[in-house]
């Protein structure tokens, strides 16, 4: 492993990890409600530790929000630090090499839930301010913390916190750490991300099951219903189906594009070794960058419905439902894609069944403005830091707050993320790659020292 100049416990930060990664904080869950409590106080108890003033958890409509701050620099900018503290389910358990919530190394990786996404990020955060706080007795520039726990599910608590403080919050900038590097070793600013809507199609047709030899003939069927409206979101070629959904897709600039087409990459090593498919998939006529950046996509999670037991049961059911997200780009409004997306619902429901769609959560794209200050001292530290010369990509993914930063508190993002392209987020044998963890605390510490300058 790489050594640092840093005066770093590694040992006592490598179980400070770990404690954090054994609690199982499944946010969509309610079962496991007492976990994301003790993982808010997990996180509370470090900041506290960590020397932060002001440490506490915001109590609301959701799960605790908590805060911290340390405001001994004036006439310095303040910057707002972000992560989750929430994870994804952990299933398929079986295909786990070792159980999600008993965080175990192996070879230069730590592997469990959360591990990358995000409590191994949020962690870094944490310790990069307290480890300069204990080294130097003091912070370059302001500090607030906020640390979400139902990222994974929407944020609707944070969304209402910010709303609520607008410009108040207090902060020049948010430091995220949420994204991931581009490729190994090439410091990475994310300035781009998709936005999503969560929805629930659900199907119904009889008021109970049926027989389906009796019946068969006469009562509509809610499976098949459903297979038919989901076969008629995308054509063949991953085009959306639903009128209207492409007219509000901004195009990347020409300047954009370009400096994507630089970046280091091999087309049939990501469908290898990262997808591992027999074939990419996507909208003809345009690059894999764009497709998972700047497009609108539409998938399918979860179809529930009938019977799927072992053996056969000759059974109409009453009832199926399917989990449908789309990821929205620059300019999309999640409110209007849902309207545009339940009309194409409605419209392709097939006689006899009644058919609704709900909106589960959402949150808009974001596309933040690189030359700014902010941003242009992240590249400098971070090129110090991997002495390697910075990258701007967008992600696919959605961090909701981002653009709620922008909208109710008037501050830009700076993305500076370490997980890697193989991290395994939300599936199984989620990882973080340890020398990134190291890594990225420098580039933090290094950050806020430039900051301060
Ligand atoms: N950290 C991810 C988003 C991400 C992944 C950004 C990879 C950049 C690269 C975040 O925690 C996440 O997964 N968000 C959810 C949000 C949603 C459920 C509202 C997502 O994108 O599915
Ligand atoms: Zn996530």
Not at 153 to 178: F, T
Request: proline share 8%.
């Amino acid at each position: 492993m790489l050594a640092l100049p840093m005066n770093l416990d590694r040992q006592a930060l490598l179980d400070g990890l770990q404690a954090f990664l054994r609690i199982p904080s499944i946010s969509t869950l309610p079962e496991h409600q007492p976990d994301i409590r003790r993982a808010a106080e997990f996180v509370a108890a470090e900041l506290r530790a960590g020397g932060l003033e002001q440490v506490r958890l915001i109590e609301g409509g959701g799960n605790p929000l908590v805060s911290a701050e340390w405001l001994g620099a004036p006439g310095k900018p303040t910057l707002l630090l972000y992560g989750h503290y929430d994870v994804q389910p952990p299933d398929p358990l079986d295909e786990w090499h070792s159980p999600p919530f008993e965080p175990t190394i192996r070879g230069d990786d730590i592997f469990a839930r959360g591990a990358s996404d995000d409590k191994g990020q949020t962690y870094i955060l944490i310790q990069a301010v307290a480890s300069l706080l204990r080294d130097t007795g003091a912070l370059p520039v302001n500090i607030r913390f906020l640390i979400e726990g139902e990222e994974e599910v929407g944020g609707e608590h944070i969304e209402s916190y910010l709303k609520a403080q607008g410009r108040n919050l207090g902060a020049d900038a948010a430091l995220i750490a949420d994204t991931e590097l581009f490729a190994p070793g090439l410091p990475t600013l994310c300035v781009g991300l998709r936005g999503i809507i969560y929805t629930e199609v659900e199907v119904t047709g009889a008021g109970h099951d049926l027989h389906s030899g009796v019946y068969g003939g006469v009562a509509p069927n809610p499976l098949q219903a459903l297979a038919h409206i989901l076969a008629g979101l995308k054509d063949p070629q991953e085009r959306i189906l639903i009128p209207g959904i492409y007219d509000r897709v901004r195009r990347p600039s020409p300047a954009e594009l370009e400096a994507w087409a630089r970046l280091p990459f091999d087309e049939e090593q990501y469908r290898i070794k990262e997808v591992d498919v027999p074939e990419l998939v996507g909208e003809p006529g345009y690059n894999i960058f764009e497709r998972t950046w700047a497009r609108p996509t539409l998938e399918v999670h979860g179809i529930r419905g009938g019977f799927t037991g072992e053996g056969a049961k000759t059974v109409i059911p009453a009832r199926a439902t399917a989990k449908v997200s789309l990821r929205l780009v620059p300019d999309m409004e999640p409110e209007e894609t849902f309207r545009l997306f339940s009309e194409h619902v409605s419209r392709l429901a097939p006689r006899g069944v009644r058919v609704r769609a709900t909106n589960l959560h959402g949150g808009g794209p974001s596309v933040v403005d690189p030359d700014n200050h902010f941003i242009r001292v992240a590249a400098q530290a971070l090129d110090e830091v991997f002495a390697s010369q910075t990258v701007y990509i967008r992600s696919g993914g959605s961090i909701p707050i981002v653009g709620l930063f922008d909208q109710y508190a008037g501050i830009p993002s700076v993305m500076m993320g370490f997980g890697l392209p193989d991290d395994n987020l939300h599936a199984p044998n989620e990882k973080f790659h340890l020398p990134n963890f190291f890594l990225g605390m420098e580039a933090v510490r290094r950050y806020l020292e430039m900051l301060g300058q």
